[in-house]
């Protein structure tokens, strides 16, 4: 009889004992995702392609009044170049979003380099039938400091840019004038603005891709080309601009970390 009782005490002691344990235990509920972000810091690498459009005024007059050293040519003519071709580069940048909040700021800073092409032929009135001066223009290197400003909905954001450029260019004019070979060149480095936009998407984790079109203006500057053989020197005026389309590729720090 005492061990019937003795078992069944057991029995209520070892159920009252566990319903107590289990309830000291901590409640555990779904694992909780934190919300995406964009802040972060990145750098990433693109390429794409670029158009410019650059107006030389006046050619003709650095070839025959350097020449002719005399103030001969009348009138004005401007060359008007289209030049276009690849860019490759890499950006580097820092973006905030506020918890809870659809806006991004930021700043980024970006570099390209790459060849933009283009040239054309006039004719010198002074010089002997068929004398031309052939102008060429290349754009090998561009690089931006800009601000930058976005609307996120989950891994996808809008953003538009704009701040200050830069731009290394080389000009050349070759031809023949009234039997003299002439060989001009000039380099041209010089400051602008720029503005743009595109659209991003954060791929996996710390990896997003963009696609992106920038508009860079140059202003007007005088530059100054150098014969190579005879040492003659003048300037031309260069108006400017560049557009851009890049893809581009970056690697977060930070951001995208659950």
């Known amino acids: ?3 019937p009782l003795l078992a069944g005490a057991a029995s209520v002691l070892l159920i009252v004992g566990s319903h107590a344990l289990a309830a000291d235990l901590p409640l555990k509920g779904p694992r909780v995702i934190p919300p995406f972000t964009w802040t972060s810091c990145y750098a990433g690498a693109h390429g794409g392609g670029g158009w410019a459009r650059k107006d030389i005024t006046d050619p003709v007059q650095l070839v025959q009044d350097s020449i002719l050293d005399a103030s001969v040519t009348t009138g004005m003519t401007t060359a ?4 276009s071709g690849y860019l490759i580069g890499g950006q580097f940048g820092r973006d905030y979003q506020p918890i809870g909040a659809p806006w991004v700021i930021g700043f980024e800073g ?3 380099g790459g060849s933009l092409n283009g040239d054309k032929s006039l004719g010198l009135p002074l010089g002997d039938p068929g004398d ?4 060429s223009a290349r754009l090998d290197f561009i690089s931006s400091g800009t601000a930058r400003i976005g ?4 891994r996808w954001l809008l953003y538009f840019k704009g701040g200050v450029a830069g731009a290394s260019d080389k000009y050349k004019v070759v031809g023949t004038f009234q039997g003299t070979p ?5 380099e041209d480095i010089r400051i602008g603005w720029t503005a743009g936009g595109g ?3 954060a791929l996996f984790d710390n990896w997003s891709a963009k696609l992106e079109y920038d508009f860079y203006g140059f202003g007007t500057s005088s530059v100054q080309l150098t014969d190579n053989s005879s040492g003659l ?6 108006k400017q601009s560049v557009q851009a389309v890049k893809l581009g590729l970056n690697f977060h720090i930070w951001s995208f970390d659950r």
């Open 80 to 83: 008007r170049l289209s030049p």
């Open 132 to 135: 031309l001066a052939r102008v």
């Open 1 to 3: 009889m005492k061990r």
């Open 151 to 154: 609307l996120a909905s989950d």
């Open 110 to 112: 970006s570099f390209s």
């Open 182 to 186: 002439f060989d001009f060149e000039g």
């Open 199 to 201: 659209v991003e998407w």
């Open 233 to 238: 020197s003048g300037p031309v005026q260069v």
